[in-house]
């Protein structure tokens, strides 16, 4: 696609259920990234996937939060037991080769809702 | 104290007007400075990238870095509705390597009235 497409823009959902979030990045981008924005507040990153290498997790709060990403393509981010904290927009960004963000692209972002 | 402060405003300011947003940092160790614009419920796009202290022009916008100060600016001369967004800076210490090295400031929420 023209841009990195994400799925699905709004999820509402009940505190303890999972959920999937689902990142289609720019095609041929090797680089992709998850972040999550809380109301009024800044990107927090989350997990960094490039090419074959093993992912950054670095940035994952619990171990609730885990991503998966086959190859250079779809990327999926799984939250499991959902706590209201979780609700935040979920950002999936991608770029060419890892930089210092001249040429990321985000998405639209996964707002969720933990009820 | 985070790394990087940005005041989240609301910031709202007339048509025609020039707009100054702000963002200090405390990481003497960052180099690389970027403005980020995020309409609502949109992705950030990327406005602007400097590295060297001083000003760097870009049609109505404007980049400012003073990194004696540690303290970055955005300008934005002749304002229009379309300006209306979030606009968040962000930084970094290296060139090359990951974004994820990229520090987010909080955003600044800036509406331009007609």
């Known amino acids: 696609g023209a841009g990195v497409s994400q799925s699905p823009s709004n999820k509402v959902t009940e505190k303890g259920k999972d959920v999937e979030l689902r990142c289609d990045p720019i095609s041929g981008h090797t680089a992709l990234y998850w972040y999550r924005q809380r109301l009024g507040q800044g990107l927090e990153f989350l997990i960094y996937?490039?090419?074959?290498?093993?992912?950054?997790k670095s940035g994952l709060p619990s171990d609730r939060f885990s991503a998966e990403r086959t190859g250079e393509s779809v990327s999926t981010l799984t939250i499991q037991r959902t706590q209201q904290e979780d609700s935040a927009v979920y950002l999936c960004?991608?770029?060419?080769?890892?930089?210092?963000?001249?040429?990321?692209?985000f998405g639209e972002g996964s707002w969720l809702t933990v009820v | 104290q985070k790394e990087v402060e940005q005041d989240p405003g609301p910031l709202s300011v007339p048509e025609g007007a020039i707009v100054s947003l702000n963002c200090t940092y405390s990481n003497s160790a960052f180099q690389y400075f970027m403005w980020y614009r995020q309409y609502s419920r949109k992705g950030p796009e990327l406005l602007m990238y400097?590295?060297?202290?001083g000003n760097k022009e870009d049609g109505r916008f404007t980049a400012q870095v003073d990194k004696s100060s540690k303290y970055i600016s955005l300008f934005i001369r002749d304002s229009q509705p379309s300006d209306s967004a979030t606009y968040l800076c962000a930084m970094s210490s290296i060139s090359s390597g990951s974004a994820r090295q990229l520090t987010f400031g909080s955003g600044t929420q800036l509406t331009v009235l007609p």
């Open positions: 960004a991608s770029s060419l080769i890892s930089n210092s963000g001249n040429t990321i692209y």
């Open positions: 996937f490039q090419g074959n290498s093993a992912p950054d």
């Open positions: 400097t590295y060297s202290s």
